[in-house]
């Protein structure tokens, strides 16, 4: 069974920095594009950035500049060093990731059951 896993949530104070980091688990043959979403209270979930397999990353506007995803395609793992953070950034963060376990066939987006981030003010 394939799990992704995040961590490394929290509280910060504007300015300051945190690194989310999502394990994906299981029997995996491959994966493909991995991101990170948000969902703030009473909000929906947005995309805030994606990375292809081959490191390719994008980003959503407001987090152009402070915010860097990454991957370890060795170890299954995406991140989100987050910088500079401000009050708007408090959502739940989810990671996403679009993969072929093994013994199946074609693509399927699995998620993870996300990580509190809190900027305080």
């Known amino acids: 069974q394939v799990q992704l896993v995040e961590s490394g949530g929290g509280l910060v104070q504007a300015g300051g920095s945190l690194r989310l980091s999502c394990a994906a688990s299981?029997?995996?043959?491959?994966?493909?594009?991995m991101r990170w979403y948000r969902q703030a209270p009473g909000k929906q979930r947005d995309l805030v950035a994606t990375?292809?397999?081959?490191?390719?990353?994008n980003y959503v506007d407001s987090v152009k500049g402070r915010f860097t995803i990454s991957r370890d395609n060795a170890k299954n793992m995406v991140f989100l060093q987050m910088n500079s953070l401000k009050p708007e950034d408090t959502a739940v963060y989810y990671c996403?990731?679009?993969?072929?376990?093994?013994?199946?066939?074609?693509?399927?987006?699995?998620w993870g059951q996300g990580t509190q981030v809190t900027v305080s003010s």
């Open positions: 996403n990731a679009d993969l072929t376990p093994r013994l199946v066939i074609g693509v399927t987006t699995y």
């Open positions: 299981g029997s995996i043959l491959s994966i493909y594009s």
């Open positions: 990375i292809t397999s081959r490191g390719t990353a």
